[in-house]
């Protein structure tokens, strides 16, 4: 077994990333104006118009190719994006209905987005697991049962992961697919040792720049609001939304509008050699053994 020992400083990351801090709600107001704030009250019913003409424009020429460029890495530091280019992803799935409403709306949009998938879905509906893939979007991983892996120990989490892309390449299995190296850690909570043995078995850790926060209790014009505001901010990055919330799939093709009014570009992430469910995971430290 091989044992990997990394430095202090690795150690010393320990990274516990707050996933769930949100902007104050008077953020929200003061974007939209308070000609806005009674359309968004009334719930998903609201009349859309409203509501997307709170926003000004970014200067350049509306209507631009939406479709990006497809960036393939080896590594998660090889994910540099220019600034106006975005990258989609879902999270948590797949899920029967709002999965097959986001494939659709992506395909009508001509864009290609990255899906981290939950081993225990992925067990549970393995042929829309390979929709997506036929779809031609990328397929990563994120546990098998969306566990906080910064509370477990290292063997724990390690076999977490593992777990997870084994159920994920099972179900693609069939199609003659594999999934990406790509993964995301569930609630984004990890440790600095966690993902060094994450990144040492070739997974690709995928951070997030924009969490939509689509599983707030919100409608989806809130969570659209929210999402653009912080893009707009930044200028582009990684976004995470969940392909399991009625409200993203809801919210899909306004988003992807706003994007293609505002000169972004959508891109695709592809990882070098994938298929790496047969190879072993390398422990950072302590007792493997009886897990891998
Ligand atoms: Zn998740």
Do not use: W
Not at 197 to 205: E, N, T
């Amino acid at each position: 077994m091989s044992v990997v020992l990394r430095s202090v400083g690795v150690l010393a990351v320990a990274v516990l990333v707050l996933a769930g801090c949100a902007k104050p709600p008077e953020m929200r107001e003061s974007l939209l104006g308070t000609a806005s704030i009674d359309s968004l009250t009334t719930g998903a019913t609201a009349p859309r118009a409203t509501f997307r003409s709170s926003y000004q424009p970014m200067p350049g020429i509306a209507n631009a190719q939406l479709s990006g460029r497809t960036v393939t890495v080896g590594a998660t530091e090889q994910i540099v994006l220019r600034p106006g280019e975005v990258v989609l992803t879902f999270d948590d799935g797949p899920r029967p209905g709002t999965t097959d409403s986001i494939l659709a709306t992506l395909d009508q949009f001509g864009v290609k987005a990255t899906f981290l998938m939950l081993g225990s879905s992925a067990e549970r509906h393995p042929a829309l697991v390979r929709k997506v893939a036929e779809h031609g979007h990328t397929i990563g991983t994120h546990t098998y049962d969306h566990v906080d892996l910064s509370k477990l120990d290292l063997p724990e989490a390690v076999a977490e992961i593992y777990a997870g892309q084994q159920a994920v390449a099972a179900a693609l299995a069939p199609a003659e697919r594999a999934p990406s190296r790509f993964f995301r850690f569930p609630y984004l909570a990890q440790t600095g040792l966690i993902r060094t043995s994450a990144v040492d078995s070739r997974f690709i850790v995928l951070d997030v720049d924009i969490d939509s926060k689509d599983y707030y209790k919100e409608t989806a014009e809130q969570v659209l609001e929210r999402t653009l505001a912080r893009l707009d901010a930044r200028g582009g990055g990684i976004i995470l939304f969940h392909d399991i919330h009625l409200r993203t799939a809801e919210l899909l093709p306004e988003f992807l509008t706003a994007l293609r009014e505002r000169n972004y570009s959508v891109v695709g992430l592809r990882s070098t050699g994938g298929g790496v469910f047969d190879m072993p995971v390398v422990i950072a430290e302590g007792p493997s053994a009886d897990l891998i």
